[in-house]
């Protein structure tokens, strides 16, 4: 058994710790293992772009991933090394771009900062967080026992979440294959560029498969999982309105609150065979 310490740094996905647990028989002593958090810093060319609380597992993916969904590569090869550097109090991921690219984050970053006072900062901000998200293709279809099947798979390839039961989970999942990839973390959007980052970097293409969530839907996720070009998207929970928005923007088909007895479609049910 571990003990936790506030003055370490734990890179550990997980650690067991006691606990005294309440019941209606009183107290009683015994352990729990629980999900690790740290603080991440995604750098690029030597300037911090995101501080993220993370799981600390599959950090090169989350920074490809988070590089993708927020506009800053337009594929993997434009970032030309990584390197993962532990600090006393977290992790820095450290990514170098190829030039073009590197000159064109510079001119984002000037963009973005704004005068100073004017109130521009804020509009910019706005009109980020309320990008459009592009069009996905066309191609893939599902039906609807296969989707059920798909969350059945899902339950059973969260390695961290049967064991701490405190993580999200993003999957990539084929028809006749299953889940083919997946990753998990503390947060549901570093689950799903952590994924989105294992795909880049291993060449899967967007109409492959489709998308599987264990959170609610945000409209931060839709514009994540379009930029990836995702094509049919399938969450436990609910989506939130400017999500379902977002989305038919996107011409995805969202498929949510998808339980063994049945799914709700927001969007192209088209893509779904009967």
């Known amino acids: 058994m571990t003990q936790a310490d506030p003055r370490k740094l734990d890179l550990r996905p997980s650690v067991t710790l006691e606990r005294l647990r309440w019941g209606e028989s009183g107290p009683r002593s015994g352990v729990r293992e629980v ?3 740290t603080a991440v810093a995604i750098v690029h060319d030597a300037a911090t772009t995101a501080v993220l ?6 950090l090169a993916d989350l920074a490809v991933g988070f590089s993708l969904t927020e506009g800053i590569i337009a594929g993997p090869a434009e970032i030309r090394s990584i390197e993962v550097v532990t600090t006393p109090i977290g992790v820095e991921v450290r990514c170098w771009l190829t030039n073009d690219r590197s000159a ?3 001119v984002r970053r000037r963009t973005l900062a704004g005068p100073t006072g004017c109130g521009l900062c804020g509009i910019d901000s706005l009109t980020e967080a309320m990008r459009s998200p592009e069009k996905v293709g066309e ?3 599902l039906s609807a026992e296969a989707a059920r099947q798909a969350l059945s798979d899902l339950a059973g390839g969260q390695a961290l979440g049967g064991l701490t039961h405190a993580v999200h989970a993003a999957a990539w999942w084929r028809e006749g294959q299953g889940v083919v990839a997946i990753r998990e973390d503390v947060g549901r959007h570093n689950a799903l560029d952590k994924l989105i980052g294992c795909l880049a970097r291993t060449d899967v293409a967007p109409d492959s498969g489709v998308l599987l969530l264990t959170s609610r839907v945000s409209v931060e996720m839709v514009q994540k999982a379009a930029a990836f070009g995702v094509q ?3 969450a436990v929970s609910a989506p939130t309105a400017l ?4 989305a038919a923007t996107a011409e995805m088909t969202l498929i949510a609150v998808a339980r063994a007895d049945g799914f709700e479609v927001f969007n192209r049910p088209d ?4």
């Open 139 to 141: 191609g893939v279809m």
């Open 271 to 274: 893509r779904i065979r009967v």
């Open 232 to 234: 049919i998207l399938v």
């Open 243 to 246: 999500a379902v928005r977002a």
């Open 35 to 37: 999900p690790e958090e």
């Open 53 to 58: 609380m993370a799981s600390p597992i599959d």
């Open 104 to 106: 064109a984050l510079a």
